[in-house]
Every structure is written in structure tokens, then in C-alpha cells.
């Protein structure tokens, strides 16, 4: 469905229209904008994931195993 999104004839008329919206000015502060908000958004899910998985270690390793009542 999407293996034709980006081509590189699409993303010159997508760079054209965004040159022609915000102007040549404009358009360098988006860019680094949007880098900004890209690395924010990795570092947030790195931290997420390794908050995550301490907690879950944590859980585990506090867990206590229950063996007195396993079937024979």
C-alpha cells in the first residue's frame, strides 16, 4: 500500500510546495525543528523502555515462588 510514497520525484514536488509555502527563510528552522522533535521522541522511548524494563526486572526478582501448593 505505501511502496510508492517515496519516490524521489514525490519528495521534489513535496520540497517544492514546502519552499513555496514557508520560503527559503522559514524553512531551515522547520527542518531543525522537526530534528529536535525527532531526537526528543527517541531519547523519551529509550528512557521509557529502560524504565520499563528495570521495573519488570524488579517484579520479577521480588516475586515469591509459591511451590506449596503444585500438584503432585
Not at 35 to 61: C, F, P, T, W, Y
Request: aromatic share 4%; glycine share 12%; charged share 20%.
Amino acid at each position: 500500500m505505501l511502496e510508492g510514497l517515496f519516490q524521489p520525484m514525490h519528495l521534489l514536488v513535496i520540497f517544492a510546495i514546502a519552499l513555496l509555502v514557508f520560503g527559503p527563510k522559514k524553512l531551515p528552522e522547520l527542518g531543525k525543528g522537526i530534528g529536535e522533535g525527532i531526537r526528543a521522541l527517541k531519547d523519551g522511548m529509550k528512557e521509557n523502555s529502560v524504565e520499563h524494563a528495570s521495573s519488570a526486572g524488579a517484579e520479577v526478582k521480588t516475586a515469591p515462588a509459591d511451590v506449596s501448593n503444585r500438584p503432585s
